[in-house]
């Protein structure tokens, strides 16, 4: 864990009058695991956005894999993989050409390709309805393929976007195993969000809790405990973020659009 | 490049598949053809100006590739909405590169679907000069395809959602169709519409096509190729340009 492979300082991002991500500063070390929590709208997926190429900031700086996603956005594409919280796959093509789009797109070689994507698919145990269409899948098929493809191209980081979102229990384990396994074999580094605390506990190594906008909390997931002085990091979470419920305004209508989409 | 390669393959993938759409977009042409081309064919032929049927075929081959081709170029939008579009947006690829792709991908698929409409026209009656010069006339297909993808994908672009769909049709393709020379002949409008069509650049694509499939030119080849490759190069880097922008 040399250096910090993710470097943000003082970030914003506004949308029109209102601020998404206030100032917000934090680093990933190189090959860590790494979870940002928070309420729903506390601006997670907005810095995972930046971080992505996917929005441009209103300002504050970002490192990427050693690149400036602004200002040389190809070069930091190339460090990263992503697994978006919403929707992404072509519902029109089948799970291999999902795939194999990736793949070419990302450059992989084709014999490289045609192995990783055997493997990725069965690990996610679609290999055998790799000729679907992806319409035809349930959400959490999509959600083990858009997982699958994520990690095609062996990314130097992988963003996962709440990825065991309505996953069973035991799909979820089996792909925290297998991320951990690439985590320590390979060193990718992990950054997620999630809203199943115990998740982040049992994973992150390390923790960042953004809540309207501004990091409020940093450390392992003990270290968080011992702050706030509780016994679960649900507990220190609810401690720290309180304990009503956000209005989420136009984010709740995207979350309404993504369950039509997945179920 | 293969990102240009696969974006290209996926347009074929989509089209080849969706069955409906390809028939579905044939029976606007059929109609245009059975009524203006039989309607209106006595009367065309009654002012001197020959068989209507041979002059509307070309027309009617440039009405589709223009629908066909600014419709796959809007789909960009359905991406946006169906979310497919971040995986593109996130690739470590040039926007050019994905433009193109796209681009090409589109103007192939509104190139078979002319094909498709040429095989029609000639069962209904028209009469090509010479069946070597369809091959180039293929071409020009591909070029006016070229053409209205890209500017189709550039006002895609411009578009969060399908709400401006109707209004792109109705105040840009509708006006680009109608007002090119594809159901009339230019020589015989008024000043002020001789003026309007000659800054479409579908009249410039329809007179390409007619040059190779009836030996009649408003324009000559010449001009038309300068001004279909000057739009199409204005619509591809305006389009990167506007794709490069989206953010989601
Ligand atoms: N394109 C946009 N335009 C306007 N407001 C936006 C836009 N995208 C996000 N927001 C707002 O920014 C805030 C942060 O949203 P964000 O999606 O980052 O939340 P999140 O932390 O990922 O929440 P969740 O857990 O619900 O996914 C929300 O209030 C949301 O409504
Ligand atoms: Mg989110």
């Known amino acids: 864990m040399a250096h910090n492979i993710i470097e943000v300082k003082n970030l914003t991002k506004k949308f029109g009058d209102f601020t998404a991500v206030k100032d917000i500063s934090f680093s990933v070390a190189s090959g860590e695991r790494f979870a940002f929590l928070g309420p729903n709208g506390a601006g997670k997926s907005t810095t995972i956005k930046m971080l992505t190429t996917l929005l441009l900031p209103t300002s504050g700086s970002i490192m990427l894999g050693g690149h400036d996603p602004v200002r040389e956005a190809d070069a930091a594409r190339k460090s990263f993989g992503i697994v978006f919280q919403d929707p992404s796959l072509d519902e029109d093509l089948t799970a291999q050409e999902n795939m194999e789009f990736h793949g070419v797109l990302y450059s992989v070689p084709r014999d490289t390709r045609r192995a990783r994507i055997e493997e990725l698919l069965n690990f996610v145990e679609l290999y055998d309805r790799k000729d679907s269409f992806v319409r035809d899948f349930s959400g959490g098929m999509k959600r083990r393929l858009e997982i699958a493809r994520g990690l095609l191209h062996h990314p130097k980081i992988i963003f996962l976007d709440e990825p065991t979102l309505g996953l069973d229990p035991q799909t979820r384990n089996h792909l925290w195993q297998y991320l951990e396994k690439l985590n320590e074999e390979e060193g990718i580094t992990v950054f997620f969000t999630t809203h199943y605390m115990d998740e982040a506990d049992r994973v992150a190594q390390h923790i960042a809790v953004i809540d309207h906008g501004q990091i409020i909390a940093t450390g392992s997931g003990e270290e968080l405990k011992k702050q706030t002085g509780t016994q679960t990091l649900e507990d220190a979470f609810l401690k720290l973020t309180g304990s009503e419920i956000r209005e989420e305004g136009a984010d709740s209508l995207a979350r309404m659009r993504m369950f039509r989409g997945r179920r | ?248």
């Open chain 2, 1 to 248: 490049m293969n990102a240009v390669y696969i974006m290209w393959l996926r347009e074929i993938k989509r089209f080849s598949r969706s069955k409906s759409r390809i028939v579905g977009s044939l029976m606007q042409p059929l109609l245009f053809l059975v009524s203006f081309g039989f309607g209106f064919g006595a009367v065309f032929a009654a002012a001197g100006q020959g068989n209507y049927i041979n002059f509307l075929a070309p027309g009617i081959i440039g009405m589709s590739i223009i629908f066909t081709s600014i419709f796959n170029g809007m789909q960009v939008i359905w991406d946006r909405q169906f979310g497919f579009l971040k995986e593109t947006l996130v690739a470590p690829v040039p926007r050019i590169a994905i433009m193109f792709g796209r681009t090409l991908g589109g103007a192939t698929v509104a190139t078979l679907q002319g094909c498709i409409v040429l095989v029609m026209t000639l069962l209904i009656g028209f009469h090509p000069v010479s069946w070597l010069l369809i091959a180039p006339a293929i071409l020009i297909m591909l070029f006016i395809g070229t053409l209205f993808s890209a500017l189709g994908m550039m006002v895609a672009s411009l578009m969060r959602d399908m709400q401006g769909f109707q209004l792109v049709m109705n105040f840009l393709v509708m006006p680009l169709f109608f007002l090119s020379g594809a159901l009339f002949p230019l020589s015989a409008v008024p000043e002020a519409l001789k003026l309007v069509a000659a800054i479409d650049p579908l009249s410039y694509g329809v007179d390409a096509l007619r040059y190779f499939l009836i030996n009649a030119t408003t324009y000559g080849l010449g001009l038309d190729l300068i001004v279909l490759s000057g739009f199409t190069l204005v619509f591809l880097a305006l389009g990167s340009y506007f794709f490069s922008r989206i953010q989601v």
